[in-house]
């Protein structure tokens, strides 16, 4: 059987899938990354190796993707996390033209040919406003946890604007907003707001074509998952798993590969 | 190549160096437009004034952050004394708004024997451009006559055109070669082939030139069929990072030809040497192309031409390399963007920091857009 493995070490998490010879999924892990890729890596792959009930001599290919991509030790090649998120989202749903992945620190919208291809894309990769590291800021300067974050949003009753996307200013923005006694769950949907603003300024520039893929961790926020949608005025497709997307690209791609090697 | 690399590896030293071995004035000209052959003709050095390699300090005293690379770090060079060996500026500083700052914190802060400020028109149709393009390189030819106190010749001024004209010509051989030749020399190297031009004697640098391109004709190379290539456009006013041409070709991508100022936009057009020499020094400013945002042009689209440039070589993409803080192109860049989605030309665009802050998201761009058009 012709094991492959994807690794997309993130700047906040590193996710593993690992994939049979018919590109079904045997097993999938996420962990933090920490400081240490190389590391997150291997562990990464060992645990997920592990759920599936294999060895390390099973695999047949890895491919690394994602920011710490050059520090998977045990890929055999390296493809951006652009192209894999693509082609994960591509093979999850095939009507798929358009993906907006908010990661841990940055984010991106990625415009889908033929072929699962990618024909544009831009990535804000400067700061971590919008991201899954602004969220968890933004969670703790609320004092909820992060996983509460989207019910919040669908909680919120009156209209509050969070006009700052910095991390820094956003989150002394939010005290001030408490102070003047707003809401818990207005104040998150403001935030929610907030990030839908910026995601929609890149895809202004990719330009939006539907089917549109919501990946990455911050898709698992239903509250920002709406706040896009009424931007953007069309629903988002969203994986059971949105946080394994590049992942599940890198090990097709992987698959790929092997299939052109052996054939 | 290694004169070349010396020269370009420490410019400061090398121009210094050069004034008192020709025991000459040097001519900071400020770039991108200033018509050199005048400054040479008045028998001085003209050096096209670059970006530096250090952290901008004392200068954010007198430019903001928020100004482009060059502009920073040439004040900065300025104001903390690296640029002592010049003896005078000249400035277009109708280029954009912050070449326009120059002259002032020049003359307050610098004080250089001998400064001009130039306002070449931008390109409207009709005569009127004409003739103010041409009072101002009278201008500026008489501003060097009394600096220098010695008439400058029409003569004198033919000589030094066709000196430029021919480093111009070896120029174009060298991409020549490579356009023929994919491979023959890294993309850094040929950018500091140009670069040097604009800091060496084009005397100098022809003979160098000269050496350099009978090599490079009788060298063969592998044919690098593997490689995908890629035009690189814009980079206007200075230097693009070295580390960003080797990522490029590190990442299996190939430079066949560029649309770089530190490039062959800087070797572009001949002067046409028939009759009087600075109309003829007129006419070539008033050259639309290449296309420059600075210079007004909208008659012409610089998408298209950088489209034709990059079918001309066979090449698969377009790499932006937008200057961050760079009015001009960064206004321009929306347009040129349309032009290649409605064209359907794989294009991504790099913005370039003086201070490169992050070489790994530069990195991501460029494997993403090599992944995207080598079909991966
Ligand atoms: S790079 Fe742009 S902003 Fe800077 S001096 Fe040149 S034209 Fe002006």
């Known amino acids: 059987m012709a094991v492959v493995v994807g690794v997309d070490v993130g700047s906040l998490c590193t996710k593993t899938v690992i994939l049979d010879g018919d590109g079904k999924i045997l097993s999938y892990d996420i962990m933090r990354s920490g400081h240490y890729y190389k590391g997150a890596a291997k562990e990464s792959i060992e645990n997920a190796l592990k759920s599936a009930g294999l060895k390390k001599g099973d695999i047949s290919y890895t491919l690394g993707t994602g920011y710490g991509r050059g520090a998977v030790a045990e890929a055999d090649a390296e493809v951006t996390e652009i192209t894999c998120h693509a082609r994960g989202a591509a093979r999850l749903f095939p009507e798929v033209h358009t993906v907006i992945d908010i990661g841990g620190q940055d984010s991106k919208v990625i415009g889908i040919g033929e072929n699962s291809r990618v024909v544009n894309f831009v990535m804000n990769d400067k700061c971590a ?102 931007r953007i005025e069309t629903s988002l497709l969203v994986p059971y798993e ?17 299939s052109t090697t052996i054939g | 190549m290694s004169k070349i690399a010396e020269v370009t590896s420490d410019p400061y030293a090398y121009v210094a160096g050069l004034k008192e071995r020709k025991n000459k004035k040097i001519i900071g000209c400020f770039p991108m437009h200033v018509p050199e052959e005048i400054v040479h003709a008045a028998d001085l050095i003209p050096v096209v004034i670059w970006r530096g390699n250090e952290p901008v300090t004392w200068g954010h005293a007198h430019v903001p952050p928020y100004d482009c690379g060059i502009t920073r770090s040439f004040v900065d060079d300025a104001v903390r004394g690296k640029l002592s060996f010049m003896d005078g500026f000249v400035f277009h500083i109708r280029q954009c708004l912050q070449a326009g700052e120059f002259p002032f914190i020049m003359e307050r802060h610098f004080k250089p024997a001998y400064q001009k400020v130039l306002y070449l028109p931008a390109i409207y149709p009709g005569d009127a451009v004409r003739d103010f393009a041409l009072k101002e390189l009278e201008s500026f030819k008489t501003s060097l006559e ?78 690098q069929k593997e490689r995908i290539k890629v035009i690189p456009v814009g980079c206007l006013c ?50 639309k192309t290449p296309l420059c945002p600075t210079k007004g042009v909208w008659d012409i689209h610089w998408g298209d031409e950088a489209i034709k440039k990059m079918r001309d070589n066979d090449a698969k993409g377009i790499i932006s390399v937008r200057v961050k803080y760079c009015p001009p192109h960064t206004c321009y860049y929306p347009d040129f963007r349309s032009k290649m989605a409605e064209k359907g030309v794989p294009e991504v665009m790099i913005e370039m920091e003086h201070e490169i802050i992050s070489l790994e998201g530069v990195k991501t761009r460029l494997q993403s857009f090599a992944e995207t058009i080598g079909g991966v």
Not at chain 1, 177 to 199: E, P, V
Not at chain 2, 173 to 194: F, T, W
Request: proline share 2%.
């Open chain 2, 238 to 287: 200075q230097t693009l990072q070295f580390d960003i041409l080797d990522l490029i070709e590190d990442l299996g991508m190939i430079v066949p030809d560029d649309d770089l100022y530190i490039g062959s936009r800087y070797f572009a057009n001949p002067v046409n040497l028939n009759g009087n020499p600075l109309n003829a020094l007129a006419d070539r400013y008033l050259t």
């Open chain 1, 129 to 230: 406003a919008g991201t899954g590291r602004f969220l968890e800021v933004m969670a703790l300067a609320l004092s909820v946890d992060i996983s509460e974050m989207g019910d919040l949003f669908f909680a919120s009753k009156e209209k509050v604007d969070v006009s700052s996307m910095c991390t820094v200013f956003a989150e002394s923005e939010v005290i001030s907003l408490f102070a003047r006694g707003h809401k818990k769950a207005d104040i998150a949907a403001g935030i929610a707001h907030a990030i839908a603003r910026r995601i929609m300024g890149m895809v202004g520039q990719v330009g939006l074509r539907e089917k549109v893929v919501m990946s990455g961790g911050v898709a698992k926020n239903a509250g920002v998952v709406r706040a896009i949608e009424e």
């Open chain 2, 146 to 223: 009394d600096f220098t106190g010695e008439k400058i010749s029409d003569d004198s001024l033919k000589k030094s055109i066709e000196i430029y004209n021919k480093n111009r010509s070896l120029m174009e051989r060298v991409y020549e070669i490579r356009r023929a030749k994919p491979g023959i020399l890294k993309a850094k190297e040929v950018m500091q082939i140009v670069w040097s031009s604009m800091l060496m004697p084009k005397e100098d640098h022809n003979e160098l030139l000269t050496e350099l391109v009978k090599g490079m004709e009788e060298k063969s190379v592998k044919a």
């Open chain 1, 242 to 258: 949105p946080q394994i997307v590049g992942a599940f690209g890198a090990a097709i791609i992987a698959s790929e590969r092997m």
